[in-house]
């Protein structure tokens, strides 16, 4: 699974740990968090994230 970057803040998302702060499971893709899932360390959406090469 990739990882994707905050374009805002750099916080990366991790598949792997997913994000326990907003019950998000580990092993959740990024493409299957839900529309409303914003990143934790700024408060911006998913379409401000790009995916990590």
Known sequence: MKKFI?????????????DPNADIEPGTAFEDLPDDWCCP?????????????
């Open 6 to 18: 905050c374009t805002t803040c750099g916080y990366v998302y991790n598949p792997e740990e997913g």
């Open 41 to 53: 360390l700024c408060g911006v959406g998913k379409e401000m994230f790009q995916e990590m090469d």
